[in-house]
């Protein structure tokens, strides 16, 4: 019996030790062998050993008295703590992953293990650090109660002291207004003397301050100095706005390489990351489309590539051509089709006229007129003549669609009249048989002219035989309507309730739509950079009509941008973001999604939720206003009808889900007036043109709304 219980028992210590093994490197793995989890691993290992020995002396008493019955209960003892320590190892590394994430811009969990009261002692005898911790303590209220102006005494003893961190804090107080009289002065002084003892934050904030003039005299090189150095240190917003500066050529000369190499830069779990996606395609694109126009196929395919994987539907339909025509790479009408298709789904009107034809020749698909009929469609319905001319034909012969001959007029007219030569000769011979439309030999005469002018044989013999049946007078008439006839290109119609009976519109299409607000009576307005960037031409719909918009002036690392229109207008006050308290009411008006929600003006209110920004970003308001696309660029306005921010961005659902595990619940976010007044200080002339705030006392809302509403612009990018 001892011998088979010594067996039995090396066996169970073996699968304890075998089971806890594996636990243990999967949750370290998981972890990332964090110095926490070591710890906690460590403690519970102990407790495991301790309580282990005391039960083995038990186990060693009863074994003495029941013999067998000791190898049961040790078997049970290690099925017991298998668990327990599984549970009590998951439970710590759990507790401590909610700690770090409390402590999202610093790790506080020192400073809440040390103590308030240790802290407070090491303080008081001149510890540095322990200022530091102190103040970010009373900071963000870990164990006492929030108090800004004590958080700055520390800071401040600790500042004063050399401490980096501390310096840059108290920067960071000074631009807030945290515990101290805001000072854009004070706060770049001390940004400074934590930047030059290498503190990363504060190179980047001293970057965005000589970025927008803000407390120091404007200097676009010296704010890509300071980016750069923050940016070799790892910081993410560093990066990315040193990207931008390369990009735009702002403070440096313009290197799209140099802008996507600090885009990619930016780490994955870094919250400037989702931003720098956003704009790395526009960055593939432009090199692609550089390499495509130069006939260099090999690199323009490896740039499209790139760009198309990130999701650019111009990528995306380019490197679908290059597959089609065998352009850098093998031709591949599978891989064309595959790419046609990202396009298309996209909205690419061309790319949605080549899947469809992809359909209807059964070219790297199986030949599917019902299939390519609705891809003419969609093409057809944004306006391409080819794809109008295509979908009249399914109609015309039935295929993938009903034969419906007035359908397939009506396609082919609106084809015709943008200038398509094959659809004029159709509806040319339509006119002339009366087929889908009334029978009408002038019609047929002008239109077969028209196609015949453009090179088509069939159409001049069609002209010659109408005729011989036409009166004098008729032939006179159809030459003079030909000759009268100019083509016309179509406008999507998703945008034809923007430019209906708009005498200012042109033949092109916005690409994209934002809102601005008029500052001066003269036509200067305010939007966001991102909502003009790229742009080859803006327009701005007031309640005058259709206008002409000049970009004057942009800031995109603050996101700004200054039009100005011709005209005269309502205008906004724009007053310091000083005034913004957390939770105070706020609201903008604006226009989201217009292709759904319609262009008229829509209200939102909300409240201040925090006065910092994504990672207490001090240039930006966290807001709980509801803001869709197309709201980049309103005017945040508080109770007194003063603007106070623009409306910039929401936190991105899917960024948030993937890292948390739940969507964001109003989470938006608006760039401060502060910094929007130093940029405007920066145009000459146009500070005396600014309205003054209202006075500091509550206004009927409804009056506010109606300003806002008067003073808001749909802008229009081409």
């Known amino acids: 019996m001892d011998e088979k219980w010594s067996r039995s028992l090396l066996v169970a210590s073996a699968c304890v030790l075998g089971v806890t093994a594996v636990i243990v490197v999967i949750c370290l793995w998981k972890a990332n062998f964090n110095e926490k989890v070591i710890s906690i691993l460590t403690s519970t290992v102990l407790r495991v050993i301790v309580s282990g020995a005391i039960f083995a002396g038990i186990i060693a008493k009863v074994r003495s008295k029941y013999k067998g019955w000791g190898c049961l209960m040790f ?62 303590t009373y900071y963000y209220g870990w164990g006492v109660r929030k108090n800004y102006e004590e958080s700055t005494k520390w800071i401040r003893r600790a500042a004063a002291q050399g401490n980096a961190d501390a310096e840059y804090w108290l920067g960071r107080s000074y ?14 002084a001390w940004f400074r003397k934590a930047a030059d003892q290498g503190n990363a934050s504060a190179q980047s904030m001293l970057g965005s301050l000589y970025e927008s003039g803000q407390g120091v005299v404007q200097d676009y090189a010296e704010a890509v100095k300071w980016y750069r150095k923050a940016a070799e240190q790892g910081d993410g917003g560093a990066k990315c706005s040193l990207a931008a500066c390369y990009w735009n050529g702002q403070g440096t000369q313009q290197d799209y390489a140099e802008a996507i190499k600090w885009y990619r830069a930016i780490n994955v779990e870094d919250v400037y990351f989702a931003l720098a996606q956003r704009n790395l395609p526009a960055c593939y694109a432009h090199f692609a489309d550089s390499y495509l126009e130069q006939q260099n196929y090999v690199e323009g395919v490896k740039w499209s590539r790139l760009a198309a994987e990130a999701g650019n539907a111009q990528a995306q339909f380019n490197l679908g051509q290059c597959y089609y025509s065998g352009l850098g790479l093998t031709k591949d009408y599978a891989e064309a089709v595959k790419w046609y298709r990202k396009a298309a789904h996209g909205g690419k009107a061309l790319a949605q006229l080549r899947l469809g034809e992809s359909f209807y020749d059964g070219e790297g698909v199986s030949k599917d007129f019902a299939e390519a009929a609705k ?69 047929a005469y002008k239109w077969c002219s028209l196609a015949a002018a453009h090179g088509n044989e069939d159409a001049s ?43 200012l519109i042109t033949d092109d299409t916005p690409k994209a739509s934002g809102t601005g607000f008029f500052i001066s009576g003269d036509g200067y307005l305010l939007s966001n950079f991102h909502v003009v960037k790229g742009a080859s031409k803006v327009k701005v719909k007031t309640s005058g009509g259709l206008l002409p918009a000049a970009v004057i002036k942009t800031d ?55 006065l910092s920004g994504a990672q207490d970003d001090p240039r930006q308001f966290q807001i709980s206003v509801a803001v869709q696309p197309g709201n980049s660029g309103g005017p945040l306005v508080n109770a007194f009808g003063n603007v106070i921010g623009i409306v910039t961005a929401r936190l991105s659902d899917t960024a948030t889900l993937e890292r948390t595990g739940a969507y964001p619940q109003n989470v938006n976010y608006a760039v401060k007036s502060s910094y929007v007044l130093s940029f405007l200080k ?6 005396n043109k600014l309205k003054s705030p209202h006075p500091a006392k509550e206004r009927k809302f409804e009056d506010s709304v109606q300003e806002v509403r008067e003073s808001t612009a749909l802008v229009l990018v081409y």
């Open 375 to 443: 891809w003419f469609q969609k093409a057809a319905t944004q306006g391409l003549p080819d794809a109008q001319h295509d979908l009249g034909v399914c109609y015309a012969k039935g295929e993938g669609v009903s034969r419906d001959y007035v359908e397939a007029a009506q396609w082919f007219r609106r084809a015709a009249l943008q200038g398509d030569k094959n659809s004029q000769y159709t509806i040319g011979r339509y006119y002339g048989d009366g087929v889908g439309v009334p029978q009408n030999d002038i019609e």
């Open 682 to 687: 920066s145009v000459p002339g146009l500070a």
């Open 461 to 503: 013999k069609a002209r010659d035989a109408l005729s011989k049946r036409m009166a004098r007078q008729e032939i006179v008439e159809a030459q003079r309507r030909a000759a009268a006839f100019v083509a016309k290109m179509e406008t999507i119609p998703k945008w034809e309730d923007i430019i209906d009976a708009n005498p």
């Open 175 to 188: 631009l807030l207004g945290h515990g101290v009289a805001m000072n854009d002065t004070e706060s770049a």
């Open 556 to 610: 995109s690392v603050n996101d700004i941008a200054l039009l100005k229109v011709s005209g005269s207008f309502r205008a906004l006050p724009v007053t310091t973001s000083g005034e913004g308290k957390l939770g105070e009411s706020v609201f903008t008006v604006g226009f989201p999604n217009i292709e759904l929600q319609g262009v008229a003006p829509k209200l939102t209110k909300g409240e201040i939720s925090s």
């Open 75 to 136: 078997a049970v003892w290690c099925l017991v703590w298998s668990i327990a320590f599984a549970y009590n190892f998951r439970i710590g590394v759990a507790q401590a992953k909610a700690r770090s994430q409390q402590a999202v811009v610093l790790d506080l969990q020192p400073v809440v293990e040390a103590g308030v009261q240790g802290l407070l002692a090491r303080a008081k005898k001149g510890d540095a650090s322990a200022q530091l911790d102190l103040g970010q």
